[in-house]
């Protein structure tokens, strides 16, 4: 029996695309269904390890784990790493194909549209129902020649789409009445019906919509989405999220203080740590200093390191760093984090802008060179000092070298990697997810307020909270008539 396949194409962005589909996938797969996510085109910094070699958009990751497969680079076969407010690093199929400004991409699409039908092939071969999930608006008809990623795609994979508009906004009959007006006859053939999502209260009283979204746009409701507090367990996919991560806890013990640069990635580090009781996780906001109270300063990982360190120089951020160590404060640095740590980052091919070389902040006594080829892995990886046993993933350009990684931080496959200073309160090191190991985070916890005790499962919370998350879908949503809309793709190739 061929494959189904769903379409979910948002009003807006951050209509709630990406966790309707990791929410649906859970809850077919929780029916005995094979399911796939798929999601032609991503924007993203924030991206995971592919089991099959590569990277892909992190919230694909996630809804691969809502099936209980492993992720592929077919899920996500291009995925845009923003490095400038202009230009993006190009993945292909996992790996990184080019850098490109915004009009030169705009050209690529129509020969990436093949690569992408194929990758949506491959998944469509192995499952019973893929999910398909679409990016910002179809109504953002001024990026339609060439779309690959909402009614392009559509259209070339003939997929049957649902919109999601967003309540929280407010004017979702506008949304959804707007979106439908500014669709072509032949796209809107395509859309099967609409819900609702992030609906607080009493959904009956959006009943009374329903008659005037039917007769302007003759489509019909699949539900409203009430607001489910379970999904703020589920990993962020980009910094439109931080704001939700930064939860006040104004009397917990340990405040941890994370500067908010432009091009924060991989941020796996910041769920588990908002998820914590006795962390107060701040998000230092441009123009405002990092808290003299600070326990620990976080720099994660970043798209443009060089770019970033800058910005954290023009903030003055650098100074309060410097200033929190002298007062005995702790820093860690993951990644990006941990390069900006050294005394140096040289660029010599450019890959990250023009070739340079910069000054870093000088707490490690490193230097960090990038070069062409990206480190793109999952890992196992062991404390240095104590063995604790680690799972995580790096992808990074470059090597960090100097005296500093005589006392490295951890094991990883084996070899030593990060840096520690010789007072032990500053270090770093090139893995991702770290602070989601919750024996090593309870243990780093502690070494910051020994009278804290970290309880947390962040693994099980996370599966726990797409069970929720599935149950939710179930009783707000009629899933038996969303099933019947998806239909066997009819690939033309477009």
């Not at 404390?383 to 350009?397: A, F, M, S, V």
């Not at 070298?401 to 090139?430: F, H, K, N, Q, W």
């Amino acid at each position: 029996m061929p494959a189904r396949a769903l379409m979910i194409q948002g009003t807006c962005s951050n209509a709630g695309k990406s966790l309707m589909v990791a929410g649906l996938c859970r809850a077919f797969a929780g029916r005995g269904l094979k399911v796939r996510p798929f999601k032609p085109q991503n924007m993203s910094n924030n991206a995971a390890p592919a089991a099959d070699g590569g990277e892909i958009g992190r919230a694909q990751a996630l809804q691969a784990r809502a099936c209980r497969v492993a992720p592929s680079v077919h899920m996500n076969p291009v995925l845009l790493k923003p490095q400038t407010d202009s230009g993006s690093q190009v993945v292909v199929q996992g790996r990184v194909e080019a850098t490109a400004a915004a009009r030169d991409y705009y050209r690529m699409k129509a020969l990436l549209l093949p690569r992408v039908l194929d990758s949506f092939r491959l998944l469509a071969d192995e499952a019973d129902l893929v999910l398909v999930e679409g990016a910002g608006s179809p109504a953002e008809v001024n990026l339609r020649a060439g779309d690959i990623a909402n009614m392009g795609f559509a259209q070339a994979a003939g997929v049957p789409v649902v919109l999601v508009g967003d309540i929280e906004r407010g004017g979702v009959i506008a949304q959804l009445v707007g979106t439908w007006e500014l669709l072509e006859t032949a796209e809107r053939a395509l859309v099967r019906g609409y819900l609702v999502n992030k609906f607080r209260g009493d959904p009956g009283l959006f009943e009374s919509a329903l008659p005037i979204l039917a007769e302007r746009t003759g489509l019909a409701s699949f539900g409203t989405v009430t607001w489910c507090e379970a999904a703020g367990d589920l990993p962020k996919e980009d910094m439109l999220g931080l704001s939700e991560i930064a939860r006040a806890r104004p009397d917990a013990p340990i405040l941890v203080a994370v500067p908010r640069l432009p091009r924060l990635s991989n941020l796996d580090d910041l769920d588990p740590l908002a998820q914590e009781p006795a962390v107060r996780l701040l998000i230092v906001e441009p123009g405002r200093p990092i808290p003299a109270e600070a326990d620990l300063v976080l720099l994660p990982g970043s798209k443009s390191t060089i770019a970033d360190l800058a910005f954290l120089r023009v903030q003055g951020w650098d100074i309060d760093i410097l200033a929190h160590v002298r007062r005995g404060g702790r820093v860690l640095g993951l990644c990006g984090g941990y390069q900006m740590l050294g005394r140096t980052i040289a660029d010599p091919l450019g890959l990250e802008g023009p070739p340079a070389t910069v000054a870093g902040l000088g707490l490690l006594d490193l230097a960090t060179t990038f070069e062409r080829d990206k480190t793109v892995r999952e890992v196992r990886a062991s404390d240095w000092t104590d063995g604790t046993e680690l799972r995580g993933y790096e992808i990074h350009l470059g090597r960090s070298e100097g005296p500093a990684t005589a006392r490295p931080m951890l094991r990883i496959e084996g070899r030593p990697d990060g840096a520690v200073s010789a007072d032990g309160r500053v270090a770093g090191c090139y893995l991702h997810g770290l602070l989601a190991n919750d024996a090593w985070r309870g243990r780093y916890l502690r070494s910051l307020n020994p009278e804290v005790r970290s309880t947390l499962d962040a693994g099980r919370r996370v599966e726990a909270a797409l069970d929720v998350l599935a149950a939710h879908l179930e009783s707000c949503l009629d899933l038996d008539r969303l099933l019947q809309a998806a239909a066997p793709p009819a690939l033309t190739g477009r």
